[in-house]
């Protein structure tokens, strides 16, 4: 049944043929890139894996790119994510052989590049911002209400339909506090718990857009974006998983400054909130993760402290690593510690200082992206909506300093990368920003 990828693929051609490029982004790639996991991929010896989101992929980048090359204007975010994927293709080349670094090469593109084109290329286009993202916010909350089922009965109905559809996969639920932590299509708790908090930040920006119109609907006289944020706010509760609970916060604090009156002096007032926070965060898991992992009173606590215990053991390695690191096959691994519960870690094993780098400018430049689009912002909705994104980047950020970089994370990490290079004003008259008259100029002051 692996060749049933290649249906998404005819699928995606004919939408765009009869409908748009947005519409079978919204239509086609987003239902099976938030519905079907990434493990299911179509293979063939000695040729690159394709899964229903790349199949999805393939037609809308090239018709993008075809279309609306002329209006790429280069940023410094595109060579950061150039030198990435290139730098990864290297470190292969260096460490195994031209194969492995070919098919790695071409599952980056699909699963990195290409969803950053999307991001840069279509997702702010005029109308199609808001119809993404409410698509987007749907869907994750119906995969919420759906594992409701998972964290009661600790059977996750996703994968066991789609199994008898598209072949069954192992799957071993965890619990914690006595309760399942879902999982739902995401391939793991975490993964689960950042695109419910990753939809839960943007649907709050979709209420501030359904009250700048003044036209939201009600159930059982509940507001509708009220229902979607608290189903999101469930699902992150059910993944039960810290790092993006984090995340969620730092991505909330950052999002409430584009919802305050006085968008300069909010600024000022939860940044100095962050670093006390941060700081009394940073002092207290110093604290809190001291002595051996034999010493931890509990597993949280052992969690934590094997974390920490990680980046001390691969200290050497990352040392001799270098520029461009091991590569996927030859990445050492301490014993008794092959999960790399870090993202960054991992990625300065994979693929050097290079890798490591030149990921972190792409997120720095992706939140500084945001920041400038909202100090140039005169709407209200497009304000708001570039602190939300800067908030979900820096929330992803924070996030997988706890877990490994995987599947849906990354494809989503870098479409939202090219959606900040890419902000601009609506040209649908909105609510403008309620301030002072020098609240742009205090806003550039606190960001500058």
């Known amino acids: ?13 004919r939408w765009i043929k009869k409908h748009s490029v947005a519409d079978a982004a919204i239509d086609v790639f987003l239902p099976v890139f938030l519905l079907i996991p990434g493990f299911y991929e179509f293979r063939a010896p000695h040729l ?31 060579l950061w994510v150039t030198l990435f994927f290139l730098g990864s293709a290297c470190t292969e080349l260096l460490n195994s052989d031209v194969g492995t670094a070919g098919l790695l090469f071409c599952k980056t593109i699909t699963e990195g590049f290409m969803p950053y084109i999307l991001g840069r290329l279509l997702l ?25 089922w998972e964290f009661r009965m600790g059977k996750n109905l996703f994968l066991t339909l789609e199994g008898m559809v598209l072949g069954a996969h192992s799957f071993a639920f965890l619990v914690r506090d006595g309760h399942v932590r879902v999982v739902g299509p995401f391939v793991d708790s975490i993964m689960a718990g950042t695109m419910f908090a990753t939809a839960c930040i943007f649907s709050i920006w979709l209420a501030v857009v359904q009250k700048s119109r003044g036209e939201e609907r009600k159930f059982l006289g509940i507001k509708r974006s009220t229902i979607l944020t608290i189903g999101l706010a469930g699902g992150i509760m059910m993944a039960n998983s810290r790092g993006p609970m984090l995340g969620a916060a730092l991505a909330f604090i950052i999002t409430r400054i584009g919802l305050s009156k006085n968008v300069g002096r909010a600024a000022v007032v939860y940044l100095s909130l962050l670093t006390v926070v941060g700081t009394a965060g940073y002092i207290r898991t110093v604290q809190y993760t001291q002595g051996s992992i034999y010493d931890a009173k509990d597993r949280a606590q052992e969690d934590a402290i094997y974390r920490r215990v990680l980046l001390d053991e691969y200290k050497p390695y990352v040392a001799a690593g270098g520029l461009f690191g091991y590569g996927v096959v030859n990445r050492p691994v301490v014993p008794g510690m092959f999960s790399i519960d870090n993202a960054y870690l991992n990625i300065e094993l994979v693929q050097g200082k290079l890798g490591l780098w030149t990921f972190v400018l792409v997120g720095g430049e992706s939140i500084l992206a945001c920041a400038l689009a909202a100090r140039r912002s005169r709407q209200r909705n497009d304000l708001a909506f570039a602190l939300c994104l800067a908030g979900v980047i820096a929330g992803i950020m924070a996030t997988i300093t706890t877990v490994w970089l995987g599947y849906p994370i990354y494809p989503l990490f870098f479409m939202l990368a090219g959606w900040s290079q890419s902000l601009r004003q609506t040209e649908t008259v909105t609510a403008t920003v309620v301030a002072p008259a020098n609240a742009r100029f205090a806003f550039r002051r606190v960001i500058a």
Do not use: G
């Open 48 to 78: 690159p894996s394709l899964s229903f989101a790349d199949c999805a992929l393939i037609p809308i980048t090239a018709t993008l790119v075809f279309r609306h090359w002329r209006e790429w204007k280069f940023r410094r975010a595109d």
């Open 124 to 148: 702010d286009q005029e109308n199609v911002r808001e119809r993404f993202l409410r698509r987007f916010a749907y869907i994750v909350f119906f995969v919420a209400v759906v594992s409701v």
């Open 1 to 13: 049944m692996e060749a049933t990828v290649f249906l998404v693929l005819f699928l995606t051609i």
